[in-house]
């Protein structure tokens, strides 16, 4: 898909990756809305996007919110006529242990509440925003890619019961969406960062993140550019559904 002139939607689109993905896109003569729930995230990247003289709207929305989705969603149609790419990025962190020990004693595990929040979120929140762009592609009848942005937590990573969780089950959505979408014309794609640097991990004590690259065999961490270089390709090469890229520096080698 050449992406000039279509409209590509992001959520979490406010700052990190989010922020990369939509000028990377924009880059490409991409029309652009911007989903997100800070209110002056969303104001700087849209700003940004129209100092390139990119046409961007920005759309406050939490994507665990059902009706917030389909209302936002319909309004991208109406206000863009069509709807080709939706990426879906928006994700927090809860992190806690499942049951925390400290000399033979229970001192804490994992809330019910730290669960939840990340399972809508970073699950509930693809599924809502894939299902509503689905529909309006379908409507639209102009195909398009879905891409949804996973994790190498994926595979299992202690202290992230809740994230792991639902990054696996993000990328089974996008195999089952391909399966199903195909026949409509639509695409879909995972990407799995690695440690990528964002704001959280920007801010990390130097030793803290030396542990962090030590496994890569890089040694060093990703760039929010490259999980948008990603997403350009999958987008762009009409032969890609279903898969997974790994973007871990080889982290899971």
């Not at 100092?51 to 109406?78: C, F, K, N, P, W």
């Not at 695409?187 to 004590?205: F, H, V």
């Amino acid at each position: 898909m050449q992406v000039k002139g279509r409209t590509v939607v992001v959520t979490g689109a406010g700052r990190g990756i989010g922020r990369a993905l939509a000028l990377r896109f924009a880059g490409e003569g991409a029309r652009i809305a911007l989903l997100d729930l800070n209110d002056a995230d969303l104001e700087s990247v849209r700003k940004a996007l129209e100092a390139l003289g990119v046409t961007a709207r920005a759309y406050r929305t939490d994507v665990a919110a059902e009706e917030q989705v389909i209302r936002t969603l319909e309004q991208v149609g109406r206000d863009f006529g069509r709807l080709d790419v939706l990426i879906n990025n928006a994700g927090i962190l809860r992190d806690a242990l499942l049951v925390k020990v400290k000399d033979g004693q229970i001192v804490g595990k994992m809330s019910i509440e730290q669960w939840r929040a990340v399972i809508d979120v970073n699950l509930t929140g693809v599924f809502l925003c894939g299902r509503e762009a689905a529909e309006h592609m379908i409507r639209f009848g102009n195909g398009g890619v879905i891409v949804n942005i996973s994790s190498i937590s994926a595979h299992g990573n202690a202290g992230q019961s809740n994230y792991s969780a639902a990054k696996a089950g993000v990328k089974a959505l996008t195999v089952v969406w391909a399966r199903e979408l195909a026949r409509y014309g639509i695409r879909t794609g995972t990407i799995a960062p690695g440690g990528t640097r964002t704001d959280i991990l920007a801010s990390m004590r130097p030793e803290m993140l030396e542990k962090l690259v030590a496994p890569v065999p890089l040694r060093r961490l990703g760039e929010p550019e490259e999980i948008a270089d990603a997403a350009a390709f999958i987008v762009g090469n009409d032969f890609f559904t279903g898969r997974c890229i790994d973007l871990d520096g080889g982290g899971r080698i």
